[in-house]
Structure formats: C-alpha cells, structure tokens
C-alpha cells in the first residue's frame, strides 16, 4: 500500500452562505516543514478557507464539499475542535482579539496547558520555556501581565508560543503581521522562519503581502473570487506568474516596492 501522503491537505473543499457561493473547490497540502503562502485580493476566502481547517466556520456559513486530511487520515468535521489547538495551531490578525483582556498571560498558558493535563511546576516551566523560545528575554515577567501591558508586537509572541503550547504539527496563521509596525514585522517573521526550521512546522501563511510571501514561502496558492487559481513554487510565481490576477498582484507589488524583494 503506499504510504499515506504527509501533511495538511484540503481536498475540494465548497463554502456557501445560504445560496450564495464563497468557497469553490478548493485544495491544496501544506507538508511538514514547509510553508505554503495563501494569497489573494480582499475577500477571495483565504480566512474562510483557514477557519473551516479549524472547525471554526461563522454559523452563517456552511461547508457543502470537500475533506481535510491529516497525514492521509480524513478528519471528520465533528471532531475538528477536538483536534484544532492540538495538531493545528492558529495565529491571527489581529493578537489582541486573541487574548481575554481580563485574564492574566499566564492565566491563558495554565488554562491551555491544562487541557493536556500539565499543570503546576511543569505548567510554569513549560510556559516559561515556550515564552523564550519565541523571544522574551526574560520570560518570567510575563506571566503577571495583563494583555493590555504588552504590545502588539510582544502580543503576538506570546499568541505564538500559546499555539505552540499543544505541540502542534502544523500552524495556521492569518495575516499574523498585517497590524504590526514594520521592524515588528520583520521581527515576527524571522520568528516564524525560526519555527518552521527548528519544529520542522507546516505553516499555512495568509497574507496579501508578496513581500511576506517572498521571504518566508515555498509555495504559493494564489486565491481569486473563492477559487484557488494558481499554484507554484514561489520562485516561479515571481518569475512567470500565470493567471491574470497573480500579474495583477505582481504589478502592484513591485509598483509600490521595485524587485528589491524577489525571492
Ligand atoms: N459570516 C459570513 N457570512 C456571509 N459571507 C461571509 C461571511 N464571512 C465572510 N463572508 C464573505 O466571504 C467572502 C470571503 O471572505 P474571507 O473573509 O474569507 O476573505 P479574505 O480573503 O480573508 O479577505 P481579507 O483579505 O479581506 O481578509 C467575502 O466575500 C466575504 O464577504
Ligand atoms: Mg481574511
């Protein structure tokens, strides 16, 4: 029998909101250790597409096709939730959003880290190891913060090493430097590099920004109106973009940064 192909894959997958059409057939397999880029124009249904891996549709939203498969093994919906935080960790926009601002970062790490049963000194040193390797020097101030005393910048740390807390295969994460300053940018993307090498990681990485794409990707899915209308390695999704909508991106990518950044 051949081995079960390894990795994140989405096989056909169709979203509609009552009659109305999102998500059409899409599919794609982010493999282990590499980092598949999401692109597309505001409302192709790269978020959609992210939240439905999850288990985490709108309830307005409902998924009329298509399979996700870890590893070769179908996940039922139904157990989606069971699943996500464990073997698929997620990042998104906007970190703040992310975190219950009533609730001390150490309270949020305990309460993650509980559900897989580490609890008391293992929890703390657990915590205080993840908040290093994501980049706190002294990760010990941490833990009594509240979210409102960190930046958005240090936010989004400490978002990474909570979805790091599970162990998971894979990360998903949607638009995870959109609403950062830039030099954080470039900070949380090295981090991200960092990660992807050292865990050997699957990262789907949704962006609208190819200098994003151009420095972290391997390989590129470009979405359009709900469809997944090109895919290539990101060497050549630069070099001979083939859709009229990835030539489109391009223009006015290199329009406002010139071909400083090609991969
Ligand atoms: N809960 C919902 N109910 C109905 N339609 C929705 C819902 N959420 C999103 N949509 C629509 O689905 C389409 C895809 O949305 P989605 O958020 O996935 O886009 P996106 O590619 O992530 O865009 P952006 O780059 O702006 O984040 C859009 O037309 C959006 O208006
Ligand atoms: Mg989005």
């Known amino acids: 029998m051949a081995e079960p192909m390894r990795g994140l894959s989405v096989t056909g997958l169709c979203l509609r909101a009552g009659t109305k059409s999102l998500v059409r057939d899409v599919s794609f397999t982010v493999a282990p250790g590499q980092v598949l880029g999401l692109v597309g124009t505001s409302g192709s249904g790269k978020s959609l597409t992210v939240m439905s891996l999850l288990g985490l549709l709108p309830a307005d939203v409902q998924q009329t096709g298509g399979e996700v498969r ?55 040193a657990r915590m205080l190891s993840l908040l290093a390797e994501v980049g706190f020097a002294a990760p010990e101030r941490l833990p009594d913060l509240y979210p409102s005393q960190l930046s958005g910048g240090m936010l989004q740390r400490a978002m990474l090493a909570l979805a790091l807390s599970r162990e998971p295969d894979f990360l998903l994460a949607d638009e995870p430097t959109t609403d950062l300053d830039l030099v954080v940018q470039q900070q949380i993307l090295d981090l991200l590099e960092r990660l992807v090498a050292r865990r050997r990681l699957g990262l789907l990485l949704v962006t609208h920004d190819l200098s994003v794409i151009a420095r972290l990707a391997d390989h590129v899915a470009v979405m359009d109106g709900g469809s997944i209308v090109e895919e290539q390695p990101v060497a050549g999704l630069f070099a001979e973009p083939r859709h009229s909508r990835t030539q489109a991106l391009l223009r006015a990518h290199f329009a406002l940064y010139g071909e400083a950044q090609l991969p």
């Open 70 to 124: 870890l590893d070769g093994r179908r996940l039922d919906p139904a157990n989606l939730s069971a699943i996500r935080g464990r073997a698929l960790g997620f990042v998104q926009q906007a970190p703040r959003g992310g975190f219950n601002p009533l609730v001390t970062i150490g309270r949020h790490f305990r309460e993650t880290l509980a559900c897989d049963g580490v609890r008391g000194a293992a929890a703390e």
